[in-house]
């Protein structure tokens, strides 16, 4: 069955330090991945999206993924966290479907 | 653009009380889709419409749970009777299928608290 695994609960960062969030799953054929990000009270905006080509993908807010087919991954990076970045991230497969197969997401929290 | 728009936003009602949500999707979009969001359960997908149609409802809870999409611009999420155990954050999502690619947009979500 499909799946995707957010290995990482709650990361804890420091403002300015870099971040990778993981994000792995499990789908027989090539998938459509995603990146969603929650702040508090809000719904999920999208903050990037895999379908083909390119397996380095920009995104907004400054953050970038890669999929790795080797590795069924599809990792969430930004070089330098801002304040504003503390939400939660989700990452998304899409099926042939229309439907979407979540992690259970990773909570950031950003120090000063 | 306005987004997926979700009314109301807060809900507080007594068990045993129907509850209705809505959704507005984005222009054009032609699927629909209620997700509830819990602490212990995380993102769950309800339902969801193609085209006004229901497609896929095998994670409604149970009996007391209905979804309709009379038009393209409209949907409601229906809890009746509602349990406190049915309290939770409701999204609606919408997207448009082309060329074999989908994007979801939320809403800001219906936070539901039953008493």
């Known amino acids: 069955a499909q799946s995707v695994t957010q290995p990482d609960i709650h990361i804890t960062v420091s403002e300015g330090a870099s971040l990778e969030l993981r994000c792995n799953y499990s789908?027989?054929?090539?998938?459509?991945l995603f990146w969603y990000v929650q702040s508090p009270g809000q719904g999920l905006q999208l903050l990037l999206k895999?379908?083909?080509?390119?397996?380095l993908v920009q995104g907004i807010k400054g953050f970038e993924a890669e999929f790795k087919r080797s590795q069924s991954s599809f990792n969430l990076r930004k070089p330098s966290v801002h304040w504003s970045d503390a939400a939660e991230y989700f990452c998304?497969?899409?099926?042939?479907?229309?439907?979407?197969?979540f992690g259970t997401g990773t909570r950031l929290q950003v120090f000063p | 653009d306005a987004g997926v728009i979700q009314s109301p936003r807060h809900e507080v009602t007594e068990m045993g009380q129907e509850v209705t949500l809505r959704c507005k999707p984005i222009?054009?979009?032609?699927?629909l889709f209620w997700y509830r969001q819990t602490m212990m359960r995380g993102l769950e997908l309800l339902i969801y419409?193609?085209?006004?149609?229901?497609?896929?409802d095998s994670g409604m809870p149970e009996d007391r749970f209905s979804a309709k999409m009379p038009n393209a611009s409209f949907s409601t999420l229906k809890i009746q009777p509602s349990e406190p155990r049915d309290s939770a954050v409701y999204f609606c999502?919408?997207?448009?299928?082309?060329?074999?690619?989908?994007?979801?947009?939320f809403g800001a979500g219906t936070r539901l608290s039953v008493l």
């Open positions: 999502a919408s997207s448009f299928r082309r060329d074999g690619k989908n994007i979801q947009y």
């Open positions: 789908y027989g054929a090539t998938p459509y």
């Open positions: 895999y379908f083909s080509g390119d397996t």
């Open positions: 998304a497969v899409g099926l042939n479907t229309d439907k979407l197969i």
């Open positions: 222009s054009g979009h032609n699927s």
């Open positions: 419409f193609n085209n006004n149609v229901p497609i896929d």
